[in-house]
């Protein structure tokens, strides 16, 4: 019971912590600032999490782990390229959506790093989209995509979907299925009706 | 012929302010390393250029002014609305492969416009925006575009295209011919060769 409240608590501060480094950004941040927001005092904080820094390592490497377990899992699928493209455009929006805080502080904040785990974060990064690459390949090579240069269409679409972290709240009156439909024909199909 | 050594003296000092602000951040820049990088005196660069805060207005309004001004010409004309899309992302492309840094400086250091100055650039913003939108939604009408939804697709296009301002080297291995191809094709014709 108790390791279970422990555990409840060091999720609410790594939560505050994300919605913080992105409102404030990870240098305009304090610890002080941050126990204040999770409603404790620093000594007691300090119970749950060692530093700013493992903050940002905890949030930078649960979110690139998230995103790399899950393109292991589509890869893995018998599904068509077209499919896994489909599914890995999902995902992004769907991490945007359900974890945009700490997404934004994997995308923005990663820099701040200590030297060691930045090496580690940006492999990590460089290997995923390598693999997503592939996929772009192996999808053209089997004459399911268009003709397309490859690194620009990964930046294409990993750029055509990043907005959404930037932008999108639910009460915009745009709904999470409305979002997910309009991003995935546009990059599959093409605003174009005419081929 | 005194003037026009003069226009040309405060042309570079533009461009190398738009360099600056984009690699330091325009926080980061000061008036000395401005005049440091262009090898003049201090005293000798206001001669041409008044303040830091003249230096952003003039590239934010400069670099508006030229999306809006390629807009009415676009807008204009008697092409079709595809035609009309391919013009805009096209126009994105080129700007930023041609002006990157204003662009970037534009894109990002906006929000240190004087108050009443950041007033009017967003309200010119808002009006390309909304203008963007409307051909969209006029394309959607006449049947040339899927049913999308506008405002999504808006920023879907937008943000497919911000990431040359970032990334793109001519001499990273892509040419801006390849880029603008698969850019284009995939907005317009999506990746997926099966409707």
Redesign the interface.
């Known amino acids: 019971m108790s390791k279970k409240f422990k555990k409840s608590k060091r999720d609410v501060i790594l939560e505050e912590a994300a919605k913080l480094f992105k409102e404030r950004g990870y240098g305009g941040t304090s610890m002080r600032d941050l126990a204040e927001k999770v409603g404790m005092e620093a000594p007691s904080m300090y119970n749950h999490i060692r530093s700013k820094d493992e903050i940002l390592e905890i949030i930078c490497f649960h979110i690139a782990n998230s995103y790399v377990s899950q393109l292991t899992r589509i890869e893995s699928s018998e599904d068509s390229f ?1 499919d896994k ?1 489909k599914a890995l455009i999902k995902l992004h929006i769907k991490m945007m959506i359900e974890d945009g805080a700490a997404v934004s502080v994997a995308n923005n904040d990663w820099k701040f790093l200590p030297e060691d785990k930045l090496k580690e974060f940006k492999e990590i990064r460089r290997g995923y989209e390598k693999r997503f690459a592939a996929i ?1 390949e192996q ?1 053209v090579a089997a ?4 003709n ?2 490859i ?3 990964l ?9 959404v972290e930037l ?1 999108y709240r639910p009460n915009r009156g ?1 709904s999470a299925k ?2 997910e ?3 995935i ?11």
């Open positions: 077209t493209l772009l999808g004459g399911e995509f268009h397309v240069n690194s620009v269409s930046f294409t679409i990993l750029s055509a979907v990043r907005w932008w745009v409305a979002l439909e309009t991003i024909t546009i990059l599959l199909n093409g605003l174009s009706k005419q081929e």
